[in-house]
């Protein structure tokens, strides 16, 4: 079974634009959560979804934002990047919000100019 | 209330000894306890788990040691390889579908020397 596929894997952009970043969960994995790692602030959690809806959110800005769609894919959008928006950004999936393992996938390293 | 502290921050260890990596977390509504190992270049991969309705788990090398009153957990990696040098991430949520939110550790690099 292939794992959590992320694209692009990387991704370079200037102060100002905004970015999306594309996340493919495990086949039949229906739940998705996004984490940005930074070597200041570690890995910290963006937010979850399931059957389409955003059921928590962390405390990020709200230039931050996701959706997922309703094959399960997900995706997360910058806008007016910022230098600090440079990081690591993961996708997990997991089966259902009721199973407890997460698994990650490799991650887009944005890197904000 | 939602910090999951997380030491040594580094750690270098000679092949075949211990390595034990300590976290501490302070909200008593967490519910399960993962660790993460992550090489550089990957996402975190789950390596072992625990809740808090049993003190140990023990998968292969890596145990999990936990202390519900005191609200600590750590990880024993038994007989340290080469190829266990990485990072690794203690993480805690609340499970049960409450949430997907892990909290995570600041992380530990491990290095195993031969």
């Known amino acids: 079974k292939a794992g959590v596929t992320q694209t692009p894997r990387y991704l370079i952009k200037t102060r100002g634009q905004q970015v999306t970043l594309s996340c493919s969960p495990i086949s039949g994995h229906r739940s998705v959560s996004w984490y940005q790692q930074t070597p200041g602030q570690g890995l910290q959690f963006l937010f979850e979804y399931f059957s389409e809806t955003q059921r928590n959110k962390g405390n990020f800005p709200g230039r931050f934002s996701g959706r997922q769609f309703s094959n399960s894919r997900s995706e997360m959008n910058v806008s007016t990047l910022e230098l600090g928006d440079s990081a690591l950004y993961l996708c997990?999936?997991?089966?259902?919000?009721?199973?407890?393992?997460?698994?990650f996938g490799p991650g887009t390293r944005l890197t904000v100019l | 209330q939602q910090q999951v502290k997380q030491s040594p921050q580094s750690l270098i260890v000679q092949k075949g000894g211990i390595s034990i990596i300590n976290c501490a977390y302070e909200?008593?509504?967490?519910?399960?306890f993962p660790w993460y190992q992550q090489f550089p270049g990957k996402g975190p991969a789950l390596l072992i788990a625990?809740?808090?309705?049993?003190s140990e788990k023990k998968e292969g090398r890596f145990t999990i040691s936990f202390n519900k009153s005191a609200k600590q957990f750590s990880l024993h990696i038994m007989d340290s390889q080469p190829g266990d040098s990485a990072t690794y991430f203690c993480?805690?949520?609340?499970?049960?579908?409450?949430?997907?939110?892990?909290?995570f550790g600041t992380g530990t690099l491990l290095a195993v020397q031969p």
């Open positions: 625990i809740r808090p309705d049993v």
């Open positions: 909200n008593t509504a967490f519910d399960y």
């Open positions: 993480a805690a949520s609340r499970g049960g579908g409450a949430t997907n939110k892990l909290i």
């Open positions: 997990a999936s997991k089966a259902q919000p009721t199973t407890d393992t997460q698994y």
